[in-house]
């Protein structure tokens, strides 16, 4: 088990350079470079800076030298701890994206728990009321919960909280709570809003779950080993849930792989929708105007995210499930 | 006995002798669901086909004065006679809000009229027609304050939604079969080599998959749809962000079609393909290939809807297709407000086709997968 986290552990610093790479060249891409898209920033609203200037503030941020020595640059401090700092905001990054990155994970968490101790009942009912009414209700959900993409539902929330109750239901924090220190009433504020974005973010997932469960259960249940310990009089609810329903299980939790990394980068945006305060809306922003550290960095800690939520998962199958474990090390 | 004997046989020879493209399309019909959703995406691809014909005005024509027109609904029957109508409408300026308030008049019945003539528009690139489904009686134009009708509503600058999603679903959806399309290449040629060759080829794709399916799809692909230049044409666009969506979008099917090379390679058929002489992309082509091209159909299929809902998700975002492109996307970029949602509901219908050809294209895609399964009964 140690060894096989050990070799989990080892790729993870390849990978992470690799994605940095990556991260580096996406940002870099676009024509021109910050300054290119400041000065037309400036323009359009009616006033400019000189050329020298320009050329100043270009030498300042060493947007003039070669990429590579850029992205050594940029290496260099994160693994020292510095994000780099926001050209477009002035601050240093790790301070603007910090608690929203917080409140991106702790939404992202909610959402995955509110799938699973969801998505694992309706399976188990499904499959145990196989063609039963409930379960073409079920059916239902689950294919037009995959089908409808999660901006769209929360638009449709958004419209129906509007029109039926004449509330907006956008942000994570009512406005005397914005920007306020955290303190006990803040949190049971973001309590208050944030069970939203955590059902719009999570109904994918559980009905992508719920499926998976209910056709796992469903191979389970005609097994021999049912039918024996049915004929040995044992109550249905306890032998459902004792032995089918655990193997059922095995398979679901090699999707946690994709699924947390999923709910990490899908919150970006129903984040934009739903006006949350999380890193999605700064990351449009910051690619939008070329705001290269801030876009870079973000993206580099959504793989973080990623690679992390990935090995989180291989670590909790390998755990649940001796096989893996000993086909690996 | 001897005769039930006889037509049991009968079909049993039947089964042996089929094709198994005919085995999978016996399978495939049993589910009446997609049976159903293909007779809806046959329609869906008539429209895309051609959207100019079922359209009623110029998507693009614009007139701020008829700015969020409610939806007109069809009349079949006119006292009891069948001749289709829409109800007129009246816009007042609200002397408060100054905005313009249209009610439903029902003094006045707009004609409906099908295969009439109407503005002008391409077909395919090829050629132009002016025919159109249906639009307003040709008696009626006269005497209409303003001869149109809107079954879906106008948008913020006054255009016909109905028309804009006739085109939006041609942009969407062939964004989705493109993007399928050059994801099963990428897809069946690397998965094909990492999984016949295998050896050094099968590792280095394979890490090459694990990396991109490592990353966060919707901020990687953020970051590169903002990345294409602002002054790109729209066609430039669009062409790039199909390629953006397939360069991620391959590695389940290229995971898929490796899986399959490696179990087929080891099969008696493939040996004995060997064995005759065989070249190896004879082997590949004429008996590898067919053997699973089912699945690939059904996996591809499958993989269609997540590329519109992420063209859709990027458009909305201002970072994907951007007017004067039309694609679903695009349209619910009108509703990004709370305001224009609250004030123009009608704004969220795209979202809704979006919703039926996503359904749609997942239960086809589901039925053609449970019968392309040899293990099925």
Not at chain 1, 77 to 98: H, K, M, T, Y
Not at chain 2, 303 to 321: F, V
Not at chain 2, 336 to 365: E, F, K, M, R
């Given at each position: ?90 601050r240093?990054?790790?301070e603007l994206i910090g608690e929203r990155l917080v409140l991106?994970?702790v939404l ?60 907006s239901?956008t942000g994570l924090f009512s406005a005397e709570f914005a920007d306020a220190p955290w303190s006990w009433a803040r949190v049971v504020d973001l309590l208050k809003h944030i ?80 006006n949350l305060q999380n890193?999605?809306p ?48 | ?377």
């Amino acid at each position: 088990m140690l060894q096989y986290i050990m070799k989990r552990l080892l790729i993870l610093p390849l990978l992470l350079f690799l994605f940095s790479v990556i991260a580096f060249a996406l940002i870099q891409a676009p024509p021109g470079d910050f300054l290119t898209s400041y000065m037309a920033f400036l323009a359009s609203s009616g006033s400019s800076i000189g050329a020298e200037q320009a050329e100043a503030l270009r030498q300042m941020y060493g947007l003039d030298k070669p990429l590579y020595i850029q992205y050594f640059k940029w290496m260099g401090n994160i693994l020292r701890g510095d994000l780099g700092v926001s050209l477009e905001w002035q601050r240093p990054v790790a301070e603007l994206i910090g608690e929203r990155l917080v409140l991106t994970i702790v939404l992202a968490l909610l959402s995955f728990a509110f799938t699973w101790l969801l998505a694992i009942p309706i399976g188990i009912f499904s499959a145990t009321h196989q063609y039963s009414i409930f379960d073409y209700l079920f059916t239902i959900f689950s294919y037009v919960g995959v089908a409808t993409p999660n901006f769209l539902f929360a638009l449709i929330l958004i419209w129906f909280a509007f029109s039926k109750f004449g509330i907006s239901v956008t942000g994570l924090f009512s406005a005397e709570f914005a920007d306020a220190p955290w303190s006990w009433a803040r949190v049971v504020d973001l309590l208050k809003h944030i069970w939203l974005p955590m059902i719009v973010l999570g109904t994918d997932g559980t009905a992508k779950l719920s499926r998976i469960m209910r056709a796992n259960l469903l191979d389970e249940l005609n097994k021999p080993y049912v039918v024996t310990a049915r004929a040995k009089g044992m109550s249905e609810w306890k032998l459902v849930l004792k032995y089918p329903v655990r193997l059922a299980f095995n398979p679901l939790v090699s999707t946690l792989g994709w699924y947390l990394p999923a709910l990490f980068s899908g919150s970006t945006v129903v984040a934009t929708v739903m006006n949350l305060q999380n890193i999605g809306p700064v990351l449009l922003r910051a690619l939008v105007s070329q705001d290269m550290y801030l876009a870079g960095s973000i993206i580099l800690i959504y793989c973080f995210l990623t690679v992390l939520g990935t090995l989180l998962s291989d670590i909790l199958l390998a755990w649940l499930d001796p096989r893996i474990r000993m086909e690996e090390a | 006995m001897a005769a039930i004997s006889k037509t049991v046989t009968d079909t049993e020879d039947r089964v042996f002798v089929a094709s198994n493209w005919q085995l999978v399309w016996w399978r495939f019909r049993k589910n009446k669901l997609a049976l159903f959703s293909t007779a809806v995406l046959f329609l869906i691809a008539v429209v895309a086909l051609f959207p100019g014909f079922f359209s009623i005005q110029d998507p693009q024509q614009s007139s701020s004065r008829l700015a969020f027109i409610p939806p007109q609904s069809l009349h079949w029957f006119n006292d009891g006679r069948l001749q289709p109508f829409v109800y007129g409408v009246i816009g007042e300026r609200n002397a408060e809000t100054l905005q313009m308030e249209w009610v439903i008049d029902e003094e006045r019945k707009i004609p409906v009229s099908f295969f009439v003539k109407g503005y002008e528009y391409e077909v395919l690139r090829l050629f132009s027609a002016d025919l159109h489904l249906w639009g307003v009686a040709p008696e009626a134009v006269e005497d209409a304050e303003w001869p149109e009708i809107y079954f879906l509503g106008t948008d913020r600058l006054g255009r016909d939604q109905w028309s804009r999603l006739m085109y939006g679903i041609q942009t969407s959806i062939s964004i989705g079969l493109i993007g399928v399309i050059l994801s099963v290449i990428l897809g069946v040629l690397l998965g094909g080599v990492s999984g016949y060759f295998g050896g050094i080829f099968d590792m280095v794709i394979q890490r090459i998959i694990e990396l991109l399916q490592a990353l966060p799809t919707i901020p990687v692909w953020m970051a590169m749809t903002a990345a294409l230049p602002r002054d790109w044409p729209p066609e430039k666009v669009y062409f790039a962000i199909t390629v953006i969506l397939s360069l991620i979008g391959w590695t389940t099917l290229g995971r898929e079609v490796r899986g399959r090379f490696l179990s087929l390679r080891e099969e008696d058929f493939v040996i004995a393909a060997k064995l005759a002489g065989c070249s190896q992309l004879r082997i590949i082509t004429h008996h590898m290939v067919p053997a699973f091209a089912s699945h690939i159909i059904a996996t591809s299929t499958l993989s269609i809807p997540s590329m519109i809902i992420s063209e859709t998700a990027l458009s909305y975002l201002g970072l994907g297709l951007r007017a004067p492109a039309i694609s679903l996307g695009v349209m619910l970029q009108e509703a990004q407000t709370l305001q224009a949602v609250a004030l123009a509901s009608w704004l969220l219908y795209p979202g809704i086709a979006v919703i039926i050809i996503v359904l749609a294209l997942n239960l086809v895609g589901d039925g053609l997968r449970d019968a392309a399964d040899p293990y099925s009964n």
